[in-house]
């Protein structure tokens, strides 16, 4: 996640005019990494996500250690309103997993699954315990959530973050409805602890463990 200097997730709105060239390569390294990547719809609507792109040395990375050629985008939705204009839905050459709970509407579910693999974990919403396991079974581990807000806090609830990797920019938000991003003050003290601090320029990226 990426945050301005005062904590907010978002500049006007979004989360990537807070970024720079050192917070994108970050982004698209960590992104190569991971075999899922967990994203609310919200966020992939504002944002008008595009299918993952690997540069030479990701995919090489990816082939090697036998991960698949790239990382699932699972978009976590109970409403399914999906727009078939966003470059990730509209991709002929990549499709994402929908992630919903039973209380979806079933005919939207219908019809969508004629397209999408459809994912359901939870009654009245997602289980993201249940669906993590099940995503991760035989699959590989490694769950990169890219939020928003809401659902980086369910998933510190349900404490399933193993580790935070959080950019701190220097720019500063004036957002009046900017939701705070998650960080180590998140949790109770001494539940994350910094594992690195690495200043480029004028942005910070922290990386925490969770101490189990």
Known sequence: MITSSNGLATL????????GDEDRELFRTLRGMAD??????????????????LDNTMAAFRKNSGKDKLPR????????????GIPLFASELY?????????????KRESLEKRYDVVLSGEDR???KKAINALTKGKGGIVLV??????????????????????VSPLHSN???GE??????????????????IEVNDFTFYRYLRNR
């Open 12 to 19: 006007d709105g979004l989360s990537g005019k807070l970024g």
């Open 126 to 128: 997602v289980d993201f």
């Open 95 to 107: 499709s994402p997993i929908l992630l919903t709970s039973k209380s979806s509407p079933l005919d």
């Open 146 to 167: 890219e939020g928003g807000p809401s659902i980086n806090r369910q998933l510190v609830t349900a404490d399933l973050f193993d580790e935070l990797c959080i950019t």
């Open 36 to 53: 899922f990547i967990l994203v609310g719809l919200k966020t992939v609507l504002e944002e008008r996500y595009n299918p993952p792109k």
């Open 175 to 177: 957002d009046a409805n």
């Open 73 to 84: 985008v699972v978009v976590v939705t109970n409403s399914l309103e999906i727009d078939p």
């Open 180 to 197: 705070l991003v998650t960080t180590d003050k998140s949790y109770p003290h001494g539940h994350m602890e910094e594992a690195r601090r």
